[in-house]
Nanobody, 123 residues
Framework: QVQLVESGGGLVQAGGPLRLSCAASVSAEILFGIYDMGWYRQAPGKQRELVAA???????NYADSVKGRFTISRDSSKRTIDLQMNDLKPEDTAVYFCNAQLEVALDTVSDYWGQGTQVTVSS
């Protein structure tokens, strides 16, 4: 069983901060590898897009629209990521989804998704 547990969504005024967290809940006995983790977002009527991602080696990637405002980090277990969002703008309003690439069977890497957490930025 694999579950991505998300927390930190909510309502915030423009210019304010918010922090999202995601933890991959999976038994170490069946986890052969864990690779990229990241956050995606989807606004109503729009396609889902990458916000920020981090590899198991600590290499990060950001959407141009959030560079300089958002920071993604990963703990030593490689199973938990945090997204610190600063200077939030109304256009950041969306449902944010955690994503993880996990190997729960040898030589098979699959994508797993969280259920989504709402971030609403008021103007």
């Amino acid at each position: 069983q694999v579950q991505l547990v998300e927390s930190g969504g909510g309502l915030v005024q423009a210019g304010g901060p918010l922090r999202l967290s995601c933890a991959a809940s999976v038994s170490a006995e069946i986890l052969f590898g864990i690779y990229d983790m990241g956050w995606y977002r989807q606004a109503p009527g729009k396609q889902r897009e990458l916000v920020a991602a981090v590899t198991s080696g600590g290499v990060t990637n950001y959407a141009d629209s959030v560079k300089g405002r958002f920071t993604i980090s990963r703990d030593s277990s490689k199973r938990t990521i945090d997204l610190q969002m600063n200077d939030l703008k109304p256009e950041d309003t969306a449902v944010y989804f955690c994503n993880a690439q996990l190997e729960v069977a040898l030589d098979t890497v699959s994508d797993y998704w969280g259920q989504g957490t709402q971030v609403t930025v008021s103007s």
